[in-house]
């Protein structure tokens, strides 16, 4: 069940991730003055896009909470760079960021290291 819990994290993770991205994007940017970020923060605190990735955030948190109690740290969070991977492959799909040979080497090394580091024996 460990696993299934670190799949969630995951996932939730992802989802809020990009959603966060998508609608702070579509935000104008704040100008200077503490009025101007006041208000970016109140149209993305109202929107509910923002709001469920919010939640996703708190929803992996807890669900890594429950993947701790069922697996050893130095087991559990190497599986979170698969994060990486789907962040760089759905931000590419759907938010039309772009694919550079840095981003993909960047990703598969520190994807890479903490698979060696999860095969390493305690």
Known sequence: MGYVYIALTVILTVYGQLILKWQVGRIAVP???VAA????FFQALTNPWVLSG????FAASLCWMLALTRLPLSTAYP????SFLLVLLV?????????TLAKV???????AGL????????
Do not use: H
């Open 79 to 82: 599986f979170t760079a698969t």
């Open 54 to 57: 919010l939640a996703a955030a």
């Open 115 to 122: 698979a060696m580091l999860a095969m390493q024996k305690s």
């Open 37 to 40: 970020k006041l208000s970016f």
């Open 105 to 111: 080497a960047g990703t598969l090394l520190v994807v």
């Open 31 to 33: 100008a200077e003055g």
């Open 91 to 99: 931000g590419i799909m759907f938010l039309g960021e772009s694919l």
